[in-house]
């Protein structure tokens, strides 16, 4: 069941054209991400998506019902963080959750932001102002009030920006387990492709307003021929270097070490090539086309 469908959405600004004629769907339950490189035209998407832009044409549905027509009853449902957003930095955190709950139908609102404030570990700043947090503990308490109305949508734009890995790794296994438990589907946007592909079950791919491409993370990365042979090499860096060069092969040296890029099926040939002059390597690791591959040669083509 799809709670959103895209449909022939456009935003223009003047002449330029930020987003062209989008469409595009989200399951009730999927985690989806929406990547592209900056100016690609996310941000805008979200603006549509939230209501806040309204499109010059195409439309939105949540849950059946048409965001313009239905926006009051359709973002009791939604919400959205940004690591972008600035929230009133003379309010204490306290302040800032209990005054944007108030935004939502919620049944016992001091409790419910007691407990999102322990779930994103922000008791001992509860009484600060939101002027004296770090970067990272901005982050989580704009997580934390995307969360107090009990989402079944929720849109994330660098959800993990500025954190502390541990503590990235905690908002992640905590994002998927909300999805296990509630079966809330969100949309994120991400610069950090490893962190999509540990939880985005599929991509959108955006470049210059336009969707590129539509499928899971692992079916993106399978389209990139290229693998990543890393080598210490023993003896024969400069043989090694040479030998690449006049096979025309791109490589990048690290110290001992050579990372060369190469399709899969040729690399037994280009090990073999080594061997026959003389190259001794002491390590060797093959690392097999990412999400980040794909995102590097669409935006390289472009």
């Known amino acids: 069941m799809d ?15 930020a987003v062209d004629t989008i469409s595009f769907s989200l399951k009730e339950g999927e985690i989806l991400g929406l990547l592209g490189r900056n100016g690609a035209g996310k941000t805008t998407t979200i603006q549509m998506l939230l209501g806040v832009l309204t499109p010059n044409s195409g439309s939105i549905h949540y849950f059946g019902k048409d965001l ?9 449902k939604v919400n959205f963080s940004s690591t972008y957003t600035n929230l009133p930095w003379d309010l204490t955190v306290s302040e800032n959750l209990t005054y944007i709950s108030y935004l939502y139908s919620i049944q016992n609102r001091k409790e419910r932001v007691g407990k999102i404030a322990h779930i994103f570990r922000l008791e001992d700043v509860l009484n600060k102002q939101v002027r004296d947090l770090s970067a990272g503990q901005i982050t989580r308490v704009n997580l934390a009030k995307a969360l107090l109305n009990y989402p079944k949508v929720l849109l994330l734009d660098e959800p993990t920006a500025s954190l502390d890995p541990d503590v990235a790794k905690y908002i992640r296994e905590f994002l998927l387990d909300q999805r296990k438990q509630f079966n809330v589907s969100i949309i994120l946007t991400s610069h950090n492709m490893a962190e999509v592909e540990d939880v985005c079950d599929r991509v959108v791919f955006i470049e210059g307003g336009k969707i590129v491409a539509d499928d899971t993370p692992d079916q993106l990365a399978k389209t990139i021929k290229i693998s990543h042979v890393e080598l210490m090499v023993k003896d024969g860096l ?3 270097i040479e030998y690449c060069s006049s096979k025309e092969i791109s490589y990048r040296v690290k110290g001992r070490f050579i990372v060369v890029d190469i399709e899969e099926q040729i690399i037994p040939d280009f090990l073999r090539g080594l061997m026959d002059i003389g190259v001794y390597y002491d390590e060797i690791a093959i690392e097999k086309p990412t999400l980040e591959d794909y995102f590097l040669q669409v935006t390289h083509k472009s």
């Open 3 to 17: 709670v959103l469908q895209v449909t022939g959405l456009t935003k223009k600004f003047g002449s330029f054209t």
């Open 68 to 76: 313009q027509k239905h926006r009051e009853t359709v973002l009791e």
């Open 238 to 240: 400069k043989r090694t």
